[in-house]
């Protein structure tokens, strides 16, 4: 029996009896008892009750790969090579690099449950509770190496940002270089990592974790402000987003050496949280404080310092609100 099985019987979050569930299962109540150890230790919540049994409160939505496939438009399944699907892992950008570390891996989408070891920008851990995000990576094949790649990860925000209107959350903006943001509070991030030759034939990441409906004990770890989906939009499905998330950007992946950050600049710019606002920026021990003007072809970030136009990439770079 796989965790799988018990995890999609205990989805709809009623009760069901040890013994229900072996016999629906094929297998013995110690059998179910220790797989609903597993889902313990995945930070799933269990309720028990005398002479009810289990269930997990709320119930789970499961990614299902027949419905994502299902609600593709045609241009995103075109540029469809695999979707793989699972349960739990370190990180599905560290499992997206050991398939582009071989080539010939652009159209491979990686999707988890959960994630032990979900990493964010600057190495800082991303939080992965079970079933209650999406953690979503796709790699993508570019022949100019790094030098093609200038404004991708702001141009994969605008693909973002673009599937969650389309869903009803209108009110998201992007937090230069890779955030999505509602207000002050964080909804998504971007991390972009890159194999092969960096002048040349290369494969690129493209990592997403997107906040969809956090408990509050999965939260517990996040230590920033935060805002989840179902905050904005109630009652969105966890593969309606996911193929939605796709239709926007696997197009866009296939097309943007082709175009450039140029052709999604000004949409970006329509979507920037801080556009005319005081800043700050933390670079290492320094900070630079400014008004955010926009950003260039290349993505840098433009800022009005001492009355002077000043660009800066990313990197080691951390944007803030002035006093914030």
Same mark, same amino acid.
């Given at each position: 029996m796989s965790v799988r099985a018990i995890l999609q019987l205990m989805s709809d979050g009623e009760f069901h009896s040890g013994e229900a569930l072996g016999e629906l299962l094929g297998v013995s109540r110690t059998a179910v008892w220790k797989h609903l150890q597993k889902l313990e230790a995945y930070g799933i919540p269990l309720e028990s009750v005398k002479g009810r049994g289990y269930c997990v409160p709320g119930g789970l @939505?499961?990614?299902?790969?027949?419905?994502? @496939?299902?609600?593709?438009?045609?241009?995103?399944? +075109?540029?469809?090579?695999?979707?793989?699907?699972?349960? +739990? %892992?370190?990180?599905?950008?560290?499992?997206?690099?050991?398939?582009? &570390?071989?080539?010939?891996? /652009?159209?491979?989408?990686?999707?988890?449950?959960? @994630? &032990?070891? /979900?990493? /964010?920008?600057?190495?800082?851990?991303? %939080? +992965?509770?079970?079933?209650?995000?999406?953690?979503?990576? *796709?790699?993508?094949?570019? +022949?100019?190496?790094?030098?093609?790649?200038?404004?991708?990860?702001?141009?994969?925000?605008?693909?973002?940002?673009?599937?969650?209107?389309?869903?009803?959350?209108?009110?998201?903006?992007?937090?230069?270089?890779?955030?999505?943001?509602? /207000?002050?509070?964080?909804?998504?991030?971007?991390?972009?990592?890159?194999?092969?030759?960096?002048?040349?034939?290369?494969? %690129? *990441? %493209?990592?997403?974790?997107?906040?969809?409906?956090?408990?509050?004990?999965?939260?517990?770890?996040?230590? @920033?402000p935060w805002v989840d989906l179902q905050q904005l939009v109630p009652g969105v499905s966890r593969n309606a987003l996911v193929a939605e998330l796709l239709n926007q950007l696997l197009p866009l992946l296939a097309e943007f050496e082709s175009k450039g950050f140029g052709a999604y600049r000004e949409e970006w710019e329509r979507s920037h949280a801080y556009a005319d606002k005081p800043v700050r920026l933390v670079i290492g021990n320094t900070e630079v404080a400014g008004i955010a003007l926009g950003v260039a072809a290349n993505g840098a970030l433009r800022l009005l310092v001492g009355g002077e136009e000043q660009e800066f990439h990313g990197g080691e770079i951390s944007l803030r609100p002035a006093g914030g």
């Open positions: @939505q499961l990614l299902d790969a027949a419905q994502i @496939q299902g609600a593709l438009a045609p241009a995103a399944n +075109s540029c469809l090579r695999e979707l793989d699907i699972h349960e +739990s %892992v370190d990180s599905t950008n560290a499992l997206a690099m050991a398939r582009a &570390s071989t080539g010939a891996a /652009g159209g491979y989408v990686c999707l988890a449950e959960h @994630q &032990s070891r /979900g990493r /964010g920008r600057r190495g800082r851990p991303w %939080v +992965s509770p079970f079933a209650q995000s999406v953690y979503l990576s *796709v790699v993508a094949e570019f +022949s100019g190496g790094a030098a093609a790649l200038e404004g991708l990860s702001l141009a994969v925000g605008v693909a973002l940002v673009r599937a969650l209107n389309t869903l009803g959350a209108e009110q998201v903006l992007l937090k230069w270089p890779n955030d999505l943001v509602c /207000g002050d509070r964080k909804l998504a991030g971007i991390l972009l990592e890159m194999a092969g030759d960096p002048a040349g034939q290369c494969q %690129v *990441v %493209v990592g997403v974790g997107l906040n969809m409906a956090l408990s509050s004990a999965g939260a517990e770890a996040i230590d @920033q």
